[in-house]
């Protein structure tokens, strides 16, 4: 077996979360295009059919769509048995879902609070417990989480202090779990993306006020694109990455290191 082989997925099944759109679209596509077929779950149902439409027809993989809020503990666990149902037993979990509400923590609301944390920290857990639960059955399986460099530096001039600290957890989640499962052969890692320019940060970087605190502090002097993700999820996702475990991948420009 050549190098390239460990990162083939052909045979895999995947779920990725928050994948009808931006950065969960991009990683879908990648996993696809690796040769996994992919449950597409999103909140937005409309949407997570046409991109498992659209992936369908162009990547000639199995792609479905599945609705679920990762916050509810029932929609989680349906979504396990209709992936199973629909694909068979799930290989790997992308936790992608994610929310950001910003506001100065002298005033944010407790509402605004537990939205984030539910969705960003809570709704990593729930999805890595339930899809968890089953790989450790199988004794394998590949969950990555997508974090944040906000889960290693406070952005600014943003106030998002919920965001912040969710994605610090999923980082100290994604390092719990790799120990905890270790020894059932699942390797937990995480992704931590830094400025990326999808279509809904795309305006923001069209502003010269964040052009100059989100660019000119980043080493590359750009925001990152959707598909460079891609290579980073096939990895972990695949047998190339099978002696890595609790790690983060940051992703970020090399904005963290300055």
Not at 26 to 34: D, I, N, Q, T
Request: include cysteine.
């Amino acid at each position: 077996m050549g190098v390239l082989d460990l990162f083939k997925l052909d045979g895999k099944n995947a779920i990725v979360t928050g994948s009808a759109q931006g950065l969960g679209k991009a990683m879908a596509k990648a996993l696809g295009e690796a040769g996994a077929n992919v449950a597409i779950v999103d909140i937005n149902i409309d949407l997570a059919r046409q991109t498992a439409e659209e992936f369908s027809e162009k990547l000639g993989r199995k792609f479905v769509a599945i609705q679920a809020d990762v916050t509810k503990e029932d929609d989680v666990k349906l979504m396990v048995e209709k992936v199973i149902s629909s694909l068979g037993n799930i290989d790997i979990l992308v936790n992608n879902a994610g929310i950001v509400r910003h506001a100065p923590a002298e005033d944010m609301s407790k509402k605004d609070w537990d939205d984030v944390i539910a969705v960003n920290l809570t709704g990593v857990f729930l999805c890595s417990q339930a899809v968890g639960r089953h790989m450790i059955e199988r004794k394998q399986g590949k969950i990555i989480n997508i974090a944040s460099m906000s889960g290693l530096i406070v952005n600014y001039p943003q106030p998002q202090v919920a965001y912040n600290a969710s994605k610090a957890g999923v980082i100290m989640l994604t390092k719990s779990l790799a120990v905890e499962w270790s020894k059932y052969n699942i390797n937990v890692n995480a992704i931590a993306p830094g400025y990326m320019k999808t279509s809904m940060t795309a305006p923001f970087f069209e502003k010269e006020e964040y052009r100059r605190l989100w660019i000119e502090p980043t080493p590359m002097k750009r925001p990152g694109e959707a598909e460079e993700l891609g290579g980073a999820v096939v990895y972990l996702a695949s047998d190339a990455s099978s002696f890595m475990t609790g790690q983060v991948l940051v992703i970020d420009g090399g904005y963290t290191l300055l």
